[in-house]
């Protein structure tokens, strides 16, 4: 049975001795899974965050690290907050700028 809960949907569900659960049918929909299907499961200090994978999984163990670290940091809202307004509205102005890119990079670029 599903009920509410502060962060959404929450249910219970029963491990088995092989140590599986049934994802309930709400969580499935969400996510968009199906029976064959893959999920991600992430251990978060004492909870679980279950996602579906992107389709194309990042090649950079780096950036893959910086994803996450980022993702859970948006998740728990303590690190990462909203863009000062003054900063924000300069952004948005800057995008009906004009932009060149088709220039080539003159001298030595270092990444």
């Known amino acids: 049975m599903s009920r509410p809960s502060k962060s959404g949907t929450s249910e219970m569900a029963t491990i088995t001795s092989t140590g599986q659960i049934t994802l ?3 969580f499935r929909a969400a996510l968009g899974v199906d029976c064959g ?3 991600a499961l992430e ?4 909870q679980v965050i279950l996602t579906r994978p992107s389709a194309e999984p ?3 163990p780096a950036i893959a690290q910086f994803l996450r670290l980022l993702e859970a940091d948006i998740r728990s809202g303590t690190r ?3 863009l000062p307004t003054e900063l924000a509205e300069s952004m948005l102005s800057a ?3 004009p932009t060149e890119n088709t ?3 003159e001298g030595e670029v270092s990444i």
């Open 37 to 39: 299907s893959q999920v």
């Open 103 to 105: 220039l080539d990079i």
């Open 80 to 82: 990462v907050t909203e």
């Open 43 to 46: 251990l978060d200090g004492a």
């Open 95 to 97: 995008l009906a700028l």
């Open 24 to 26: 309930p049918t709400a």
């Open 58 to 60: 990042e090649s950079d």
